[in-house]
């Protein structure tokens, strides 16, 4: 195996990882910015960045997902739940906290 090839395949593996570490950090960071008057990482974050740890946290549990729209009040967090929920209903059914986005617009 080339040493490409090996970079590769390691950056592969840990991808996942990363995408949760980066979920956790925004989270506890959110926590830690409640708690001061300090912004956190979560004001920096560009609208594509916000729909993918939203949909690190779909698959993590969709339950974070859902809970994202509460604690951090940007559009794009609740538009990417809303889509979530909408194009994966079977995922979310079981959530009372899920049954607003099920209604029509």
Do not use: C
């Not at 090996?6 to 950090?25: F, K, V």
Request: net charge neutral.
């Amino acid at each position: 195996m080339s040493t490409t090839q090996a970079a590769r395949r390691s950056q592969e593996a840990t991808a996942p990882y990363q995408s949760h570490g980066l979920l956790l950090r925004l989270l506890v960071e959110n926590e830690i910015s409640h708690q001061s008057e300090f912004p956190g990482i979560e004001r920096a974050l560009l609208p594509d960045a916000w729909a993918q740890i939203i949909r690190t946290a779909w698959k993590v549990n969709v339950a974070i997902a859902i809970h994202m729209v509460e604690r951090f009040k940007y559009p794009v967090v609740l538009q990417e739940v809303t889509r979530l929920i909408r194009l994966h209903p079977e995922e979310a059914v079981a959530l009372p906290e899920a049954s607003a986005y099920f209604r029509a617009d």
